[in-house]
Each structure stands twice: as structure tokens, then as C-alpha cells.
């Protein structure tokens, strides 16, 4: 027994020691972020700030200041903000009706083609990239919002696995008694199923909301003008013209742009944790 | 039954074309540009098996796949290893298990460009938080981490291992379905730790492993953000110039989407081939419930 509590203890020393490791940069920056620019770049720099500089937030995101070409970061939140939303709602609102198809409806080919749309998740994205930009090309949207939210519209595969073996988990005789009410199927989707399938739809929404919001390399690919720019290629076109100088205003400006991830992440907690295990469990 | 084929069909109908369009169509056209000489101001031209060939006799390509390869092998095990590891301290039934959960769940939150940014600061050479430490700690000289080459992927690949809360949330929960009965029996012939975690833990959690191994795998092939910012054109010395940055500058700065197509398929063959030899070689070593 008394060798049971010292382990438990040691558990609780080694967690500690390992949690403060994978915080603390994330603590760094953002004491970086309120410091004094002098004392960002001292040779014996210092873990908290002399005085806490709160101003580097509204002055590393305020639109046009001249001097050091900050980037207009309200209107790259505003962007990222609608590229986001207008995913989410494609992703939650397509995935779930072909998941629905998926799981609940018998048609032939059904099960082929769920197996190639598992498999579909190990082609990398840059054997897409071409075509795609090509595709989009095309139809003359690139420098436009739309070749970073209209594909939402059309599922994905990872979103429908997950939904698909949610609804797999409501009873078959839910639908059978709605049918013998005279529920056509899209009143048993709609009435039945959706309402049910709330946390799933959480699920789906968060990680495309996180995927989104983090996304770069399309934003890249895309996007050109300055004013269309997102938040992720706001910073990174930033940081190459004026990093290694301002770093506290850097540091600042990152804050802003992780932070509502992480409220998103805090608020949603538990549905994401349960959200990513099963994820991973039932591949 | 037949009105119900119909209307599933129609449920299914935003996929089937999604996945017509944005994946079969492009697969298919990125196989066929590959064989092509094509820039966006130029339609392509067929040119058979050119862009092979040279890739082939292409210094900076093999390069990248150097490159790339030692990263994947650095940072897939030891990621993975801290994720268990992780996972295995946390299941120890410790208080507070939500809360040391959410800390080392938090660095996978961050947006690659952020951390990006965030880790050249940390690994400044002059004012960076993990060289002063290093000091303080008695380190006269520590290693120039983004200047170095022989330094940049231990960088790269120390990043990497940061972000592995994702797949600890994963082996955590795979660790909780393990039947508590299983270490009872472990227990009552008086099995220690290490024989429960290798004859218990570890077969228990194989197919877990393994499925995250290669999502992992198929990820690090592919990366690109972390590096593209912290270390522009490769720098230095190329250390950091990984395939698909090489195949992305291919495409969108040397105009040569022909050559990049040839170069996607390359890579996907690669995790074909990586994914396959990963099943096999597991077939005897992960355990599968059979109930």
C-alpha cells in the first residue's frame, strides 16, 4: 500500500514536470507578447515582463499603423471568420444527409463505394493540388473565397465515417415505427435522426472549424490579393517581411489568432476528446 | 424498395459528385498531366515519360526525398512513443486526469503558422527560451537550432513530438477499453509493470497503434506549413527542403505542373507501398479482438 502512494506521487512529479514542458511555450508567448520591446531583447531575458504591455495587442492587430505595415488584422479575422463559418456549415450540412445514406438507406453499390471512400483518405493532397487549382482555374474563382468553402458542400470522407457510424448506433426500430406513422424518409432524417445525432454534428462541426481556421496551404494556393488574405497567411506574410525584429508584436499577433481555437477547444471540451478517440479507435 | 434506392441516392448525391470532382477527376488528371509539359499559360503536351526520367537524374529531388525520409523516421516513432507514453502515465487513475489531459492536449490546437512563428522564437539562438535554459542549466555552448543543418530536423522533429497530444487522446481512450479482468490475471501471477505493459498493454493497444502509425506516417510525407515558415527555401543548406515543398514550388513557382503531377504520384505510390509494408509487417504483432 504505502508503495502504491510514493508511485502515485512519483506519476504525479513526472506529469507535472512533462505539463509544464508542454506549456510553457505557450506561456512564453504570450509573456513575450505584453513585454517591452527592449526587454525582448536583452542578454539575460526575463520570464515575466517589468511591466505588462497589454497595448501590443490592440497595436499589433490595428489595421494600417504605417511604420511597420502591421497586418490588417480585422479584416483577415473577418475572412478567416467566413471562409470558416460558410465550412462548417456546408461540412455539417452535407455530411450528415450522405452519411444518412450511408447508414441508414439500402441501395446497391452501397458498401463498395463507402470502402473506396475510406480509402479515399490515404491520397495525399498534393496528387490533388494540380487538378484541382486547374479546376478552379477554370471556372475563374481563383483570388476568390470559393475554392476554400464550395468543396465543404460536397462531404468528406472522414466527416461521414464518423457520422456514418453514429447513426449506425440509433436503433433501426426508431425508423421503422416513424415509417409506420407515415414518416416519408426525409421527415425520418429531419425528425428522427438529426435531433439525435446533435453531438455528432458538434463533432463534425468543431474539427471543420478547427481545420478550417488553421488551414494555410489552400489559403495559399488561392489567395493573392492582400485584402482577401487570411489570418494564418496574414501572419506568415508578416512575420517574412518583419520577423526577427518586433517580436513581442509577433508574439501578440499569434496570441490573437490561436486564442479562439483554444476558447472554441475549452468551451467543447468533451465532445472534442470523444470526438477524436473514437475517431481513431474504430478505423 | 425501389423508391427507397432512389432516395438514397439522392442523399448520397452531394458526395457522389464531391467525390467525382474533387477526388476521382483529380487523381485521374494529375496521372495524365504527369506524363504532360504543362504551365497554367500553356495547355499540356504530351511528353511520355519525361518527367520520370528526369526525376530520376534530379539532384534536388532525391534530395528532398532524403529529406523527408529521415524525418519521417525520426519523428513518426518518437511522437508516437511520447503519445503512449503520455497516455500511459495518464491512466495510471491520477487526479486530475481532465486537466493534465487538456495541457498536453493544447500544442495540437495551434495553427501551423502560429507555431511556426512561436517555435523560431523559442529556439532563437540569442534571446530564444530554450537556449537561455540550456545555459542557465550549464550548457556553455548550445546548438545554433535553426542555423545549423545538423540541427534543423532534430528542430523540426522535437516540434512534432510537442503536438502529439492528438494521438494521446486517441491511446488514452483505446488504453481505457482494455478489460480491467486482463490485469487481474496479470496481477494474480504476479506479473510486474514492465511483463503487464508487454504482454497486456501493448498487444491490447496494437491495432491502435497501429492504425495511428500510419495516419502518421502519411502526414509527416507530407509535410509542409511548419517548415515553409520557420525555414524559408530550406534554409539552411536545404536541411529543411521536404518533398512537397519541393512539389508545391514546382507547381506554383516554377510553373511546371506537368513535372509536379509526375512528383504527386511519386508521393502517393511512396505511402501506398509505406501503408502496405506497415500492414504486413504488423500482421503477426497487433492483436485483433476477435469477439
Redo the contacts between chains.
Sequence with gaps: MKQKKFS?AT??I??IV??LI?????L??VT?AIKPIEE???AT?TLLPSKFLWDNFPKAVTYGSKELGYIPFLLYARNTLMVTLLCVAGSVC?NA??A???AR????G?DA?FA??LA?M??????????????F?WLGWVGSFRPLWV?A????AFS?FLLRQFFRTIPMELSEAAKIDGCS??RI?TDVLLPLAKPALAVVALFTF?GT??D??GPM?YLSDQETFT???G??AY??QH??TQ?NL??AA?TV??LP??VV??FA?KMF?QG??????K? | MKSEARIAYLFAMPWILGFLTFLLYPVLASFFYSFTDFSVLRPPRFIGLENYKEMVQDEVFWMTIRNTFTYVVAAVPLSATVAILLAMLLNTKVKGLAFYRTLFYVPSLVPMVALGILWLWIFNGEHGLLNMSLEKLGMSNPPNWLGDPAWSKVTLVMIAMWGSGNAMVIYLAGLQDIPQSLYEAADLDGARLAAKTRHVTLPMLSPVILFNVIMGMIGALQVFAVPYVMFPNGAPARSTYFFTTYLFDNAFRFQRMGYASAMGWVLFLITLTLTFVALRMSERQVHYDRS
Design positions: 502515485l506519476v504525479h513526472v506529469l512533462l505539463s508542454f506549456v510553457s511555450p505557450l512564453w508567448m513575450t525582448t531583447m536583452t531575458p452535407s444527409v450522405v444518412y445514406a450511408f438507406l439500402r441501395w446497391p452501397r463505394f473506396v471512400t479515399t490515404m491520397v495525399p493532397f498534393p496528387v490533388l493540388m494540380v487538378p484541382t487549382f486547374g479546376l482555374k468543396p458542400f460536397f462531404g468528406s461521414i424518409e426525409v432524417f478547427m481556421w488553421n494555410f496551404m494556393i489570418l494564418s497567411l501572419l506568415q512575420q517574412s520577423g526577427g517580436w509577433l508574439m499569434a489568432v490561436i481555437v483554444i477547444f475549452f471540451q476528446i477524436i478517440a473514437t475517431s481513431g479507435l478505423g
